[in-house]
């Protein structure tokens, strides 16, 4: 065999491929699962049309909120107030989170205003902190009358004015 003939005989084998991939490719692009019959039909060396885009993606999901989320103002206290052992231990929490729901006029946590979640989460971490290092009975003694509303969210403590 010459090698014009084995260029020749490539060149089929490659013909045949590409008739074989375009009609995947159709198929593929149709969604159907088969093999296009059109595809088959149009020689080799014909150009495609190019294939139409896919429809549009959906739409991008909405741009993450700025401030703390409910789910993060019930990650800061269900883990304190679900870690009651007993009715007993579960009142005496309850009383600790009293005050905090006094500040916002809210009778449940969720019942916060989401403007005052930042505010909510610090005192919550308050209370945590206190449980965590001396249990109940410190959780018991933490007042919220030293923070103000700019520490609460985060910011810098103002400065005193007795010195």
Known sequence: ?????HLIANTAAIEANTA???KV??????GSGKPAAKA??????????AAKPAAKPAAKPAAKPKG?????LRKCFGPYLGGATDKAEKARLNATIKPIL???GAAKITEIAADDWAAAIAYGNVLVEAFA?????????????FMNEEEA???????????
């Open 153 to 163: 969210k985060g910011g810098e403590e103002e400065e005193d004015d007795v010195l």
């Open 1 to 5: 065999m010459s090698l014009e003939e």
């Open 40 to 49: 088959a039909d149009k020689p080799a060396d014909q150009k495609e049309p």
């Open 68 to 72: 703390p989320t409910e789910d993060d």
């Open 102 to 104: 006094e500040h916002f």
């Open 133 to 145: 290092d001396g249990g109940i009975d410190a959780a018991e003694e933490v007042t919220f009358d």
């Open 25 to 30: 490719l159709a198929a593929l692009n149709s």
């Open 20 to 22: 074989i991939q375009t």
